[in-house]
């Protein structure tokens, strides 16, 4: 599977039908998702940082790396994989230890330690990956505006919008302004030139209805980890009580 493949999956999504990618967190859940027959996976770092006993955020990046060539070995579909702000390596060399993975794709936020990057300089940086990875990599830029906030006097649709413009200038191939509101995406999806990539969440419209909003491509973020560990838990609270 190569990016080409990836790319290939977001492109005519009709309003209603998005491009749904379950997020697994191990080689074994990413094997239940693929058999069920979704046709790409979009690994989430909470998630394997769970499964690897850390927060969110504080994986070291050589098991993360390890993680995600686990479950991308796993599969015989496309995998991207969730790399947070790129743990602090040079674009040359946070693709290659990507592509070394086998994923075809990949989330960089514009946030670290919970702060904004300078938009200018995260669409640089974009910008060095994109030279790095030519088209072996399905780019999908991550804006933090809805999780992090803005400065006191930004509009944060405006500024969403400013820096997903910023992205795909630089190269991206899909805007993730994760967070955004449901009623945001309309606007959101016609003012960006790429596939627009939604969150769903359990509390949340679920992937159809997102996808008629204006989201081509639906992620879950750790959410269906989350609801694994709650049956977890249910079994173990079960085998206490037999």
């Known amino acids: 599977m190569t ?25 074994a859940s990413a094997r239940v998702f693929a058999d069920a027959g979704f046709p790409a996976l979009a690994t989430p770092s909470a998630g394997v940082a769970a499964s690897l006993g850390y927060e969110d955020g504080r994986t070291p990046a050589a098991e993360m790396f390890a993680a995600v060539t686990r479950i991308a070995r796993a599969v015989a579909v496309p995998v991207s994989a969730d790399i947070e702000a790129g743990y602090g390596l040079a674009p040359e060399e946070l693709v290659e230890r990507l592509l070394a993975t086998g994923v075809v794709g990949c989330n960089l936020e514009d946030s670290e330690d919970g702060v904004l990057r300078d938009a200018d300089r ?19 830029a991550r804006v933090d505006t809805y999780v992090h906030g ?31 509101p449901a009623e945001a995406l309309p606007r959101l999806a016609a003012a960006v030139p790429v596939p627009l990539n939604a969150l769903a969440r359990p509390d949340g419209p679920g992937p159809r209805r997102l996808g008629e909003l204006g989201a081509a491509r639906i992620t879950f973020g750790p959410g269906l980890q989350h609801r694994a560990m709650a049956a977890v838990r249910g079994i173990a609270d079960g085998l206490r009580k037999a």
């Open 150 to 180: 803005v400065p006191a006097g930004t509009d944060q649709e405006a500024e969403t919008v400013r820096r997903a413009l910023l992205y795909v200038a630089a190269g991206a191939d899909c805007v993730y302004p994760i967070g955004a």
């Open 122 to 140: 995260q669409a640089e940086r974009l910008a060095e990956v994109r030279a790095a990875a030519g088209d072996r990599l399905f780019v999908n």
């Open 3 to 27: 990016a080409s493949d990836l790319r290939a999956l977001h492109r005519g999504r009709t309003a209603g039908d998005p491009l749904v990618l379950p997020g697994p967190w191990d080689a």
